[in-house]
């Protein structure tokens, strides 16, 4: 994982199945490769800044507040489906973040369940890449009309935002969408409308139901561990003292944060992560031709009883802070200036973390 992600990151592109089929609706900046990848990256690293995060914080818990309110009204007296209720969730924090003031709570659910439909019909196209496009595959229709839907949402909002003098309207401009219009792409002019929209679309696709999902893990695990129930609830009713979720709140969390922690190591949303090697290399003792496609899996990783002893056992104590360091003597971070990408590129120098949690 190390010489392929960091050590040779740069000869580990994305150009598997999966990507090209991707392309088409993630677009080739923040979910490509290059020159456009790079613009995108550089931008988007500065939107997601801990800065920004510090200051959107308070609108992000109020999104919390709000959402988790509206599902007590409709769980008060019947079962819900919680993958629809955590998506619900992730929208509500994800919209004022992605684009301000501009789409409607209404608008931004529609556009992710065309994200996620557009995203569920590529599975036979990754499945057979080697099948051209010109060949009809199960699915395309699905595709086109998601695809089609989505531009005709999203390309009016980009025209109406690029059109105000700040381009944030009536917003206050530190949405994720505002600094994708106020960017370069690498000629030095402004990123396209398409550019804008298919980044947005390759953010949706990397944070809303990834999150989403593993949201209903959280809630499948506590439903088999009372114990972990008991102790997040202690947690929260001693730092919240009855009140709303604040910003401040987050790191006073920390049961709760060995909680997610343990549930994304046994439940990988990204479970397979693919990358094509571009000249002949050696991993280990093994020979790795170009053009050769390797597949990172954490879902495999995470279970390495090496690392993870009995690795199918649920415990947050993993995530102690002595634990970690116990069990590995570095992390691997970026550094204050350096970040990753959206999609775990490796995108400059990397140093040592110091504290917990990393990153």
């Known amino acids: 994982m190390r010489h392929v992600l960091r050590d040779r990151a740069e000869n580990y592109v994305r150009g598997a199945a999966m990507w090209d089929a991707l392309g088409p609706l993630t677009g080739r900046g923040i979910a490509g490769e290059g020159p456009g990848w790079l613009a995108s990256r550089d931008i988007l690293r500065q939107g997601m800044s801990g800065g920004y995060l510090q200051r959107t914080g308070q609108v992000i818990a109020d ?25 619900r969730l992730v929208h509500r924090v994800i919209n004022p973040v992605f684009f ?21 019909s590529l599975l036979w196209r990754m499945a057979m890449p080697f099948v051209p496009d010109r060949v009809p595959m199960p699915g395309d229709r699905a595709f086109l009309r998601a695809t089609r839907t989505i531009d005709r949402m999203l390309l009016p909002v980009i025209d109406k935002a690029r059109r105000q003098d700040d381009g944030s309207g009536n917003c206050d401009g530190a949405d994720l969408m505002s600094g994708l219009l106020r960017g370069r792409g690498p000629d030095g002019r402004p990123l396209s409308d398409e550019h804008v929209s298919r980044d947005i679309v390759a953010l949706f696709v990397a944070g809303s139901e990834s999150s989403a999902l593993t949201l209903t893990w959280a809630w499948a695990v506590l439903a088999r561990h009372p114990a972990v129930v008991a102790g997040v609830r202690q ?10 979720p ?4 987050v790191r006073k969390l920390v049961f709760t944060q060995q909680v997610m922690a343990e549930v994304m190591r046994l439940y990988s ?13 050696m991993v280990g003792r093994v020979s790795v031709p170009a053009g050769t496609t390797l597949v990172i899996s954490p879902y495999l990783t995470h279970r390495l009883a090496e690392f993870w002893p009995d690795p199918q056992r649920f415990d947050p ?9 116990e069990r590995i003597r570095w992390l691997i971070c970026p550094s204050g200036t350096a970040s990753t990408s959206a999609w775990g590129r490796r995108s400059s120098p990397w140093s040592r973390c110091s504290s917990w949690p990393p990153c």
């Open 63 to 87: 999104s919390v507040e709000q959402a988790v309110e509206e599902l007590a009204d409709r769980a008060v007296s019947r079962p819900v489906d919680a993958v629809a209720e955590m998506t």
């Open 100 to 120: 301000g003031c501009r789409v409607s709570a209404a608008q931004c659910d529609r556009l992710g369940g065309e994200v996620a439909t557009a995203l569920g």
């Open 235 to 244: 947690e929260a009713d001693e730092v919240l003292a009855g009140g709303p």
């Open 246 to 249: 604040r910003p401040e709140h």
């Open 269 to 281: 949303m990204a479970w397979a992560v693919p990358r094509v090697a571009r000249e002949n290399d």
């Open 317 to 325: 104590g993993r995530f102690e802070r002595q634990a970690v360091r």
